[in-house]
């Protein structure tokens, strides 16, 4: 028998060739066995699958709410310099201006998420010192921004870690049960020893070599995971 790649995307695996086979053992009672261990097998594989869509979906979610909370962080920001500018009449060359944002408001704003924080908190040192009452005002806002992009940060990076994690645990998954669907072969050439290839017809046929790299390489395996 040609086993299936393990290349190919877990779906495929279950739902192709996994249910294509448990089928066939069903259509036998006399093979209940088989099937029943069978069957424990492809619902391993499609809890891990189930898992793994939950933590990605999980993922997606984090990292929606932390380019909300970034974005949040950018208009936070972007008032505070629009502040400074009605005080120096719009002039971004004013030592006002330039003591908050040195390089200009993008060198805060469209920078690594890190970089923000910590530029941001600069600007917050520099706040506790401000005379000026109307910008020290500004100063709430701005560490409720950095507080909110913060934990939406964290929280983006636990699940890049949740998520990698469920994918880790899918692959093994699918070394098992490509494993219990080789054992089911080799059970019913037991079965049948007088006539082994009719266990043939209990699987569902295989592409082999190049052709079955090929199917596999146009199947997604799990999406990439997204960086911080």
């Not at 040609?2 to 009672?29: C, M, V, W």
């Not at 899918?170 to 054992?183: F, G, M, S, T």
Request: with cysteine; charged share 30%; net charge neutral.
């Amino acid at each position: 028998m040609r086993t299936p790649s393990l290349n190919l995307a877990p779906e495929t695996l279950l739902k192709s060739f996994g249910i294509y086979h448990l089928t066939r053992l069903k259509a036998d009672k006399n093979l209940k066995d088989l099937a029943d261990a069978f069957e424990t097998a492809q619902k391993r594989m499609k809890d891990k699958m189930e898992a793994f869509d939950a933590a990605f979906i999980a993922c997606q979610t984090a990292m929606a709410v932390r380019d909300g909370e970034d974005a949040a962080f950018d208009m936070t920001m972007g008032g505070f310099a629009n502040a400074i500018l009605t005080i120096t009449g719009s002039s971004r060359k004013a030592p006002l201006y330039l003591k908050y944002f040195p390089d200009g408001i993008g060198a805060v704003t469209d920078t690594p998420l890190e970089e923000e924080l910590m530029k941001a908190g600069v600007i917050l040192s520099k706040l506790a010192e401000e005379e000026d009452e109307s910008l020290k005002a500004h100063t709430g806002a701005i560490r409720a921004a950095m507080d909110n992009l913060g934990k939406a940060m964290d929280l983006h990076r636990a699940s890049i870690e949740m998520e990698n994690q469920a994918a880790g645990l899918l692959k093994v998954e699918k070394v098992n049960w490509l494993d219990a669907y080789k054992r089911s072969y080799r059970d019913l050439t037991r079965l049948f020893y007088k006539a082994p290839k009719k266990a043939e017809g209990y699987f569902k046929p295989a592409s082999k070599g190049d052709k079955a790299d090929k199917e596999a390489k146009k199947e997604p395996e799990t999406p990439a995971t997204p960086k911080v």
